[in-house]
């Protein structure tokens, strides 16, 4: 338990630091023994211990400190500013003790937490509470803010970005999404609303592929979601733009047949979805959704998925079934000819992976299995009707994440596996090998 006994010179302290101020406080006048680090650091320790919060004044930053006593003075400081409520001054000094790291990482984190609640920074004590949770997740500490979480309300506005890139290699069976580089820009604005919170999406993305052109792809999308005690909706619209190339392209058995045939310029996209979400007292978390989703004017899709995960004191296991149909307007150029002309799928998913989380890491190792089915039209020649094709993968993905700062993570992922073809007028399977790898950064605030 952290004692602090209050006396006289807390009232002044109280009076003489702003907590308006948003950077490192201003230097006060105030009794400081020689610029000597082990001097000051031993007197702070006293003084901490005896309740007198004169040290509050002192600079340490200017005594030539190593790390580890500069970690242990920041600490003190933002103790002592915390309980004298200059909630500014403890967030400038928690925040410097938290970026040098020590044995006290894990009461920091609660202590930065009970600062944002005071400033109503909703957010960030979200994201606290998820690093508390990664990094100790046997925390008493983390038990307390799960409990005092049922009496924060929301602020009234929060608002967030984020910035990634994401660097792509992959097998030459899959051209589409070898040699990619993305870059995603995105944020988001909510505000509470009839008993619920409603929340502002956008984001912008620009595709390369660095060994052939700089410019591939750009994305945009716009979105509204509604959630209330579990429950949601959301609508989302979204252009895009795609240059000409195989590369660039979903290619289907015909050649011609992709998501983005039609034109260039894609402003037709959107999608529609209703959810579910509940978690139990265990940790057990069961979510849901329909959503219906236009990728292109000829292209529809009808989607319902289901997921579950539980929290154990060491890793996160999550899994999901997903099941999509696919209404695809057949391309007028091929239905002249002998070639196959897509004009329908359906896709069935599943995956299961654990999550373990160890400090700052986060490894994941998983299996997906993916079946679909390609419907065909053959309009002329001796194989005029309907023809199928299925598909059926098994992948093993290993995903690696480390987080920086608290603002800045590095992430990679591997996955290796194999697809199985069956077309139905051959019955013949043919197997190959498909693998990617992805490595990037992604900073939020």
């Known amino acids: 338990m952290i ?3 209050y006396i006289p010179l807390v009232l002044f302290l109280a009076t ?3 907590p308006s101020e948003a950077g490192r406080p201003a230097k006060r006048m105030g009794t400081q023994p020689r610029m000597d680090c082990k001097i000051m ?8 211990e005896a309740g007198d919060p004169s040290y509050l004044t002192w600079d340490f930053s200017a005594a030539k400190c190593d790390s580890s006593r500069l970690y242990q003075a920041y600490y003190y400081q933002g103790i002592g500013f915390l309980f004298i409520s200059a909630w500014k001054e403890a967030l400038y000094f928690l925040t410097a003790a938290r970026d040098i790291g020590g044995p006290r990482d894990e009461e920091i984190l609660y202590h930065l ?9 909703y957010q960030e004590m979200e994201r606290l509470t998820l690093e508390l949770h990664q990094r100790y997740p046997s925390s008493l500490f983390l038990l307390e803010i799960l409990d005092q979480w049922k009496s924060v309300p929301a602020s009234a506005h929060t608002w967030s970005w984020g910035y990634s890139s994401k ?7 899959t051209p589409y999404l070898n040699h990619i580089l993305t870059n995603r820009l995105s944020g988001e604005i909510g505000q509470k609303w009839a008993g619920g919170m409603v929340r ?5 993305s620009m595709k390369s592929k660095w060994d052939q052109r700089f410019f591939q792809g750009f994305q945009a999308n716009l979105g509204t979601e509604y959630q209330r005690k579990g429950a949601s909706l959301e609508a989302d619209w979204g252009a895009g733009f795609e240059s000409r190339g195989d590369a660039s392209s979903i290619i289907f058995t015909n050649g011609a047949q992709s998501l983005l045939a039609d034109s260039n310029w894609n402003f037709k996209q959107g999608r529609l979805a209703a959810g579910y979400s509940y978690t139990t007292n265990t940790g057990w978390n069961l979510a849901g959704n329909a959503s219906f989703y236009q990728a292109s004017p000829d292209w529809r899709v009808l989607g319902l998925n289901h997921s579950q995960s539980i929290l154990f004191t060491d890793f996160i296991l999550i899994g999901y079934l997903d099941l999509q149909k696919h209404w695809i ?5 091929v239905g002249q000819t002998q070639e196959p002309n897509l004009d329908g799928m359906l896709t069935f998913s599943f995956s299961l992976t654990p999550y373990f989380s160890r400090g700052r890491h986060s490894l994941g190792v998983g299996g997906t299995y993916y079946a679909s089915r390609m419907h065909y039209v053959i309009a002329t020649g001796a194989d005029r009707g309907p023809d199928s094709e299925w598909q059926h993968s098994l992948t093993e993905t290993t995903s690696y994440s480390y987080d920086l700062r608290s603002w800045c993570r590095l992430a990679a992922s591997f996955s290796f596996g194999y697809d199985f073809n069956n077309r139905l007028q051959t019955l013949a399977y043919t197997s190959k090998t498909v693998y990617g790898l992805d490595a990037g950064f992604s900073l939020s605030y």
């Open 3 to 5: 004692r602090f006994r």
């Open 16 to 18: 003489a630091f702003s």
């Open 41 to 48: 650091s031993d007197s702070l320790a006293h003084l901490y």
């Open 113 to 121: 937490w009970t600062v944002y609640q005071k400033l109503d920074r």
């Open 167 to 173: 660097a792509a290699w992959a097998g030459t069976r």
């Open 200 to 204: 502002e999406t956008g984001s912008m």
């Open 329 to 333: 307007t057949p391309d007028p150029e």
